[in-house]
């Protein structure tokens, strides 16, 4: 019986480093998983604000024939006059 108890205790300490040995690795891969789709995230999220920045440059930049800019059609004809008739 003593035997018994010994074979089944070696077995039982095996078995429970194995499982400790395989949650170590789930959770370690799980980690490494997060901090590649972190990585390609950040990436994407960086090229996205340089993109936007840049689109907003050529989209919305000033106007290159010298034209009244949009926020220019609110002003009366006086200060439209002081600010470009008067150059």
Do not use: C, H
Request: hydrophobic share 50%; no cysteine; proline share 1%.
């Amino acid at each position: 019986m003593r035997l018994i108890k010994i074979v089944l205790t070696v077995i039982a300490i095996v078995f429970g480093t194995m499982a400790a040995f395989w949650l170590l690795g789930v959770v370690w891969s799980l980690f490494g998983y997060a901090f590649w789709l972190g990585l390609l995230a950040a990436v994407g999220y960086g090229g996205y604000k340089l993109f936007t920045r840049a689109e907003q440059k050529y989209v919305t930049g000033p106007s290159a024939r010298g034209e009244i800019e949009d926020r220019d059609f609110s002003l009366s004809w006086e200060e439209y006059g002081r600010k470009y008739l008067n150059k």
